[in-house]
């Protein structure tokens, strides 16, 4: 004989990730696939400034997200240029 129980779990759930630049959503709807909600950009980025650190807040941890449209916009004013390379081999 089963002996059972009924539990109520709370879920965490995501609805958006906001840009922290822009406040634009991250999260692109596309009809008709699976997955109806992609996030593109940087997700819930973390940098951290350590001992004496000149710009940063000592020890202090910030977490952010940027659009992808932020993203490119950061990329374009590098002075050097992030490393790129194809993720699907043809």
């Not at 004989?1 to 609805?15: F, L, N, Q, S």
């Not at 997700?43 to 952010?64: H, K, M, N, P, R």
């Amino acid at each position: 004989m089963k002996k059972i129980r009924v539990v109520k779990r709370e879920v965490e759930i995501t609805d958006d990730i906001i840009c922290n630049k822009c406040g634009a959503s991250c999260i692109e709807d596309f009809e008709g696939l699976p997955s109806t909600e992609v996030a593109y950009g940087l997700i819930e980025a973390e940098v951290e400034g350590g001992y004496y650190s000149t710009y940063l807040e000592d020890q202090q941890s910030y977490t952010f997200s940027l659009c992808e449209k932020c993203l490119k916009e950061l990329f374009d004013k590098f002075v050097i240029p992030p490393e790129s390379k194809d993720i699907i081999p043809f």
